[in-house]
């Protein structure tokens, strides 16, 4: 079950391997990579976060904010960038015992409905990693078009843990 804690590991300075489909919605489509740096922050007392997301390559700068609900024990995702300057609609869901996490949403992209998944795993006290997938089938089926692989930049960051 999650708790309010359950993104400490994330907070402090990490870089960033992005590997993101050129097409979201098409099986067939190649692959961009690029780099980034990210800094995740504590809010709340940990109940809530925030990190920003700085991408040279590409020319954006991107932010995650991540909320606790204390009565759901359920974490809320809300996505932004600095080209829409909009927040996405949200993605809900909690971390099982195994440290991975899934999180889902609607939404729609290229004019079309899609359920949204990002998961989180591989989490320890210098790696993560973040995946989203899109489902045009109400989940019955999932087309991976996004990941990131995060590095801790520094290894001492006040907060930062492993999870079990």
Request: hydrophobic letters at 40%; aromatic letters at 16%.
């Amino acid at each position: 079950m999650s708790t309010a804690h359950d993104f400490d590991f994330f907070f402090g300075e990490w870089d960033v391997a992005h590997r993101r489909r050129r097409a979201f919605l098409d099986p067939d489509s190649g692959w961009d990579e690029f780099g980034a740096t990210s800094s995740c922050r504590p809010l709340f007392g940990g109940a809530a976060n925030i990190d920003e997301m700085v991408v040279p390559a590409q020319g954006w700068t991107g932010l995650t904010l991540r909320l606790f609900d204390p009565v759901t024990r359920l974490w809320s995702l809300h996505w932004s960038t600095d080209r829409t300057g909009r927040l996405f609609p949200p993605v809900t869901g909690q971390f099982a015992k195994d440290g991975y996490g899934e999180f889902f949403g609607d939404d729609t992209h290229d004019g079309k409905d899609v359920r949204v998944r990002f998961a989180w795993s591989g989490i320890s006290a210098t790696t993560a990693r973040w995946e989203q997938a899109f489902s045009v089938d109400e989940g019955a089926t999932w087309l991976a078009n996004w990941s990131m692989d995060f590095t801790r930049r520094t290894a001492e960051v006040a907060g930062a843990r492993e999870l079990p």
